[in-house]
């Protein structure tokens, strides 16, 4: 069992940036996926960007690139999304989640994923 607790989210004007935690709970989260998805208000929960915990890898949505890093802290068992130039399409509920997988991550879908934090909220006000 892999337990996630996300931190970090909050309300911010749009133009401004925030950083997101997930702490992953095992003495090694080596050998694994570890992504950030979200669900704004109304639609369905899409995928943000992913890390290979072994390489650091990354992959990262379309709409993202450019304003979004993921990246880890593996003393920490910890993963980070830097998120700048919010824009008010970035609100909604973010969540971490972690799947075991040797190979590189390059399919963020939510479905690959077993494991879940329970969200933490973005909300970015214009």
């Known amino acids: 069992q892999v337990y996630l607790v996300e931190s970090g989210g909050g309300s911010v004007q749009a133009g401004g940036s925030l950083r997101l935690s997930c702490k992953v709970s095992?003495?090694?989260?080596?050998?694994?996926?570890v992504g950030w998805f979200r669900r704004a208000p109304g639609k369905v929960r899409e995928g943000v960007a992913q890390i290979t915990i072994e390489s650091g890898y990354t992959d990262y949505a379309d709409s993202v690139k450019g304003r979004i890093t993921i990246s880890q802290d593996n003393a920490k068992n910890t993963i980070y999304l830097e998120m700048n130039s919010l824009e008010s399409e970035d609100t909604g509920m973010y969540y971490c989640?972690?799947?075991?997988?040797?190979?590189?991550?390059?399919?963020?879908?939510?479905?690959?994923?077993?494991?879940w934090g329970q969200g933490t909220q973005v909300t970015v006000s214009s």
């Open positions: 989640a972690a799947r075991v997988w040797g190979n590189l991550c390059t399919y963020l879908r939510e479905g690959l994923f077993p494991y």
């Open positions: 095992e003495d090694s989260i080596g050998q694994k996926c």
